[in-house]
DNA sequence: GCCAACGTTGGC
DNA sequence: GCCAACGTTGGC
């Protein structure tokens, strides 16, 4: 199993939306970039989990955790023409584009504020990917270590 | 295959 | 709103 950070606008898609969405779950669609195309297709497994993180906001922050419910499979949004994530080459027949199902498991007591991220010693000895110079990617792989470093920070934030 | 121009992301 | 960093596009 594999963790892994994904980024939303909360503005756009916060994670109150996906708590409140039918079955908490959601399909994280609109993806466009090749490289975590990679990731959603061939990478994701059913059971993997991965920190909601919000992102173009105020306090940018991992905010809570959810679980991967259905593995990579094409996103049907490119194929409709009115979405605003069209794309016409892809198809069914040849889709380009994919998405994953994840359902919501957990928002943070505190979030886990990027500015507390950069602050943390091992997150940065340990080669976050988030915390990489002009690393920009929407969904990111995440270790087992980064993942409970993470958790650590959100519950120590809890105790305060 | 190079690379300039352009668009996007996302923190600040 | 600014701008650094990165990805994509398209002319050559």
Request: hydrophobic residues 40%; charged residues 20%; glycine residues 4%.
């Amino acid at each position: 199993m594999n963790y892994w950070l994904m980024k939303s606008e909360p503005d756009t898609f916060s994670i109150e939306h996906l708590k409140q969405r039918r079955n908490q779950t959601e399909h994280w669609d609109g993806v466009r970039n090749y490289q975590v195309r990679n990731m959603l297709r061939d990478d994701f497994n059913v059971g993997d989990q991965a920190l909601f993180y919000h992102s173009s906001c105020p306090v940018p922050a991992a905010v809570g955790i959810v679980t991967i419910t259905r593995a990579g499979y094409p996103d049907h949004t490119a194929f409709d023409p009115n979405s605003p994530y069209f794309d016409a080459k892809s198809s069914a027949e040849n889709p380009r584009w994919f998405m994953v199902d994840v359902q919501y498991t957990q928002t943070f007591p505190k979030p886990v504020t990027l500015k507390a991220m950069k602050a943390n010693p091992e997150l940065l000895a340990s080669d976050f990917a988030l915390l990489r110079k002009g690393s920009r990617l929407s969904i990111m792989p995440v270790t087992a270590t980064q993942w409970s470093i993470i958790l650590s920070m959100a519950n120590a934030q809890h105790k305060q």
